[in-house]
């Protein structure tokens, strides 16, 4: 259909348009949602009509929905809901600044909450960390990194020494946490970068040098119950108590896949 002020419609969105019998109607305390059971291609998890004062989070979404409706814990009232894409999900992410420095005890760098029956079977939970690292002392130091899941330590290494020097290193960390066809088997694989000091046109690191540690890391045989909230962690460690030895973390985030 076309014409003066009309705005062409594709024939497949119409076609999925008309399947719903109700997609999100709002009402002064209500919601209601669902889409007919005849459309194989689109679906929405929890087909039902509830009190939007009685939505909570779905920790056990179908993993055949493509949207998952969440009550939004952080909405003064009135409460609301809100759609969840099924697909990447955004668990947690920080811009706040944390240094470790002047201690040599293990210290927690990031950590997320991973919610109960969220990986699923086939699920994963995906980290990235950037931040930087600066050994300023007059010696050598090494640098132990730990990534625990579910209170068990998953991996564990300490580095090879890093050089004094009085500029910044560039640090990041990514790692990938698979449920292996089972909520209770997982693998898991990353790698862990601290980069060179030479000199850069603009930022940190010179594209000429290479990085001074960059190492795939990795974890098999998991036995985690992810069917309960689990807590995914990274520690750090220092080799020495100095002020002059830091790692700070300037970003990090959990995504859920």
Avoid: W
């Amino acid at each position: 259909m076309s014409g003066p002020g009309i705005i062409p419609v594709p024939t497949r969105a119409l076609a999925v348009l008309s399947r719903f019998v109700k997609l999100c109607t709002f009402g002064p305390s209500s919601i209601a949602y669902g889409v007919d059971v005849h459309a194989p291609d689109f679906k929405i998890a929890n087909k039902s009509v509830r009190d939007i004062s009685d939505l909570t989070e779905d920790t056990s979404p179908d993993p055949n929905a493509d949207f998952v409706l969440t009550y939004d814990t952080s909405a003064a009232a009135p409460k609301k809901a809100k759609p969840r894409n099924a697909g990447v999900t955004v668990l947690d992410k920080t811009g706040a600044i944390l240094s470790i420095t002047n201690t040599v005890a293990e210290t927690s760098l990031y950590s997320v909450v991973v919610p109960a029956g969220s990986m699923g079977a086939n699920g994963a939970i995906r980290l990235t960390i950037i931040g930087s690292y600066v050994n300023s002392t007059a010696t050598g130091r090494t640098l132990t990194i730990r990534i625990k899941f579910g209170g068990v330590t998953i991996y564990d290494d300490v580095s090879a020494t890093i050089a004094v020097n009085a500029l910044s290193r560039t640090f990041s960390l990514e790692f990938l946490l698979a449920n292996r066809n089972s909520a209770v088997a997982q693998n898991g694989i990353g790698k862990v970068m601290v980069g060179n000091v030479a000199a850069a046109t603009a930022g940190i690191g010179d594209l000429a040098t290479d990085q001074l540690l960059s190492t795939g890391i990795g974890h098999i045989a998991g036995s985690v119950n992810t069917a309960n909230p689990q807590t995914l962690e990274v520690t750090a460690q220092h080799s020495a108590a100095d002020i002059a030895i830091q790692l700070n973390r300037h970003f990090a985030c959990a995504e859920l896949i």
